[in-house]
């Protein structure tokens, strides 16, 4: 599959992969993260969706004068070898955590609602096992399950119907009656959802439209906000204040509005139909940390997807203390996140200051590659 | 990989499996559906104490009738009552098909249901469009009534309670909307009121419950609760009947009656200097399928006095009930939401609330008869 053939992710392939490794992490509770600006709240996701854009300009930027490298060599390029690889075990465990944290949230999601009397490990080496084999298969499989994934789950948006039909539309007022605390912290919040996009500079080589691939890259950022926005604003009207405060998941309650007459309790299919967006942020993840692993070893080989997967295992399944888990998965791969946006823009000045990019005499190993069966493709 | 450590990585990993399999807990037989018991109805009376006792309804099929099993256990919390439940029946006991709570009025006036609720809202077993109602006497009573020619117990309260043009007297109020209404600060729930009509062997719809955090506080009558539903929300409306004063040499009233009512409603919040105040524009639109009185309604003359004159009736008891629920200090019809949307600042909703009986309400009703019926 793929063979021979370097430059790979058609603008198509561009625009789902960013749509949905952002939108299968924060959909569920965009609207509980947003919920300290109460009702005013469906305006943000616009705002972070320009404060997303805006950060996506330097990325991009930065992808074009190293239009051969991925973000780990440009690293090792700008920040020297040492410093570089360390930076790049800093993304590579950022992303093995949020591999595990996008998976384990997503079962303990299954468990409370769907299968409270069922241990979740084996479901998980299922997660753990499909993810393996979409990224086997290269960056170009990994776009085309994000393009599976959308069109198998975008058709829910019409049950936000029922939570239309039985709200109140005065709640979308704009009163503005919240001060710039409450908006920050409802942004910083929030903004985990939009998380994703930084994998960019991972793939960028791989595009084959470079030049125009902000275009792209901009058409899934916008389709993600829109799908945010709609989904805040159903919630908005649906659900009462107290209740988009309280509730984790908002998104689960507005599929237990709808009433269907030949099937009921609707919110078990459509849990069951997130696994495909799950699937669709998990394996962009997962490949990313390949290629993180791959960088900071030198070396490309399948083994180190199988090391990963054994990371993600154990920090999904390993007993160990809520407070810790909190920390890892919501707390430290959130600032690491961050990091993993901000990153980019420094390397970028970094890179003006320095000479020109010129590029590389001699291609790392971790890019090499072609994709034919000896590594992990892409 | 040689055959030689290929047979030695097989051969441990046969041992692995052996030796490791007594490390495995013990496991429960997962039940199958026959095995399941679906609760349908859950029922709360009150106990000694803080306690409560909740029945439950778990219909069982069998392959010559359909019979109902009820079990009672006196808990704290609903949650507790599932699990003791469990012991006593030979099933698995699963909240996942309710359908219908229901509380006694005696729990309702003095322990409230606000907590019951909440407990099972936060039951993702539970699902957000389960009925709520409140019952005349004792849950138990009522679900072990002789209903005659009447389906199980869950199916026929599910289908009684369920909305139709009929019964939409009373808002069907599910557990999302009563968490909605409670925790929303502006309007507050209303709960049908069930009674066991022995008689005649059948469960009727009787009044509409008017609940206050959490406990009932009054009750509307079927004629009050369907003006008030035209004033909430638009869309089909329940028939309603009106006595109107049509000839004015008669004190005799004559009655009309509206069928195929259609609604719009337009509530506003128009403050006079800082004292709030608010208007209610209703439009109605319906079939005059019976009237007592002498006008020729052919005459568009003469309907539009009796338009006017059902108008003027349907203002008054619009105004009567405002001031009933007013007066308990609630807000049924979410007038106070217009407020709310206009209101910079936290929401003071208890505060408004108590003083509502002396916020005015300008109430305008606008009627139009799209028919009269074949017979002329």
Known sequence: ?378 | MRRSSRILWLGSMLLFMLVLSGCNSIQYEQPTLEDMGFVTVMGFDRAKGDKMTVITAVPQSSQQKEKTQFYSVQVSTSAEAIMNIATKSERTIVPNQMRVILFSEDFVKQKGITDVVLDLYRDPRVGDNVVLGVVKGKVMDLLQGKYENKPEMGVYLNNLLRPRRETAFYPFTTIHDYIYRTTGGTADPLLPYLENNSKEGDIEITKVALIKDGKLVGFLTPEEGRILQAASNRGKVPPMSYLIQDDPNSDKKVRVYLEFVRNSIRKRYVPIGKKPAFEIELGITGNLLNYEGNRDLEDATNLAVVEEKIAREMEKALKAVLMKTTKLGIDPTNMLEKMRAKTYGEWQGLTIKKGMKDIPVKINVQLRITGVGTLK
């Not at chain 1, 320009?50 to 996506?56: D, E, M, N, P, R």
């Not at chain 1, 204040?241 to 998104?251: A, D, F, G, H, K």
């Not at chain 1, 099937?263 to 998990?282: D, K, Q, Y």
């Open chain 1, 1 to 378: 599959m793929d063979q021979g053939k370097y430059k790979k992710l058609n603008p198509y392939h561009v625009f789902f992969l960013i749509n949905n490794t952002m939108v299968g992490q924060g959909l569920l509770s965009i609207s509980h993260a947003l919920s300290p600006v109460g009702y005013n709240q469906y305006w943000i996701p616009f705002l972070l969706g320009v404060v997303t854009q805006l950060v996506l300009i330097p990325m991009y930027w930065l992808g074009m004068r190293y239009p051969e490298d991925n973000l780990y060599v440009i690293n090792e390029r700008l920040l020297g070898k040492w410093l570089g690889k360390l930076v790049n075990l800093v993304f590579l465990i950022y992303l093995i955590m949020v591999f595990a944290a996008v998976t384990h949230n997503y079962l303990r999601l299954v468990q409370a609602v769907t299968m409270p009397d069922r241990t979740m490990y084996p479901a998980l080496i299922a997660i753990l096992f499909v993810s393996c084999y979409i990224v086997l298969g290269g960056i170009k499989l990994v776009a085309r399950f994000c393009m599976l994934g959308f069109f198998f789950t975008a058709w829910m948006m019409v049950y936000l119907h029922w939570g239309i039909q039985k709200g109140e539309f005065s709640h979308m007022l704009p009163l503005f009656n919240v001060n710039m605390r409450d908006v920050w912290q409802a942004s910083y919040q929030a903004y985990e959802s939009f998380f994703g996009y930084e994998l960019l500079l991972v793939y960028f080589p791989y595009i084959v439209q470079q030049k125009r691939s902000l275009l792209h890259v901009s058409g899934g950022l916008w389709l993600t906000v829109l799908v945010y926005t709609g989904v805040s604003l159903v919630s908005v009207v649906y659900f009462s204040e107290w209740q988009l405060e309280n509730l984790r998941y908002p998104v689960l309650n507005l599929f237990k509005a709808v009433e269907l007459t030949f099937v009921e309790r609707i919110e078990n299919f459509g849990i069951a139909l997130w696994v495909f967006l799950v699937l669709s942020t998990a394996a962009p993840y997962l490949w990313a940390a390949k290629k993180a692993m791959d960088a900071v070893m030198s070396h490309n080989r399948r083994i180190h997807l199988y090391v990963i997967l054994v990371c993600a295992y154990l920090l999904a399944r390993v007993q160990m203390p809520t407070w810790l888990r909190q920390k890892l998965f919501e707390d430290w791969s959130f600032w690491l996140g961050y990091t993993m946006v901000v990153i980019p823009v420094l390397l970028l000045l970094l890179s003006l200051i320095r000479k020109p990019a010129t590029p590389a005499k001699e291609q790392p190993q971790a890019l090499a590659e072609t994709d034919d069966g000896g590594g992990t493709q892409g």
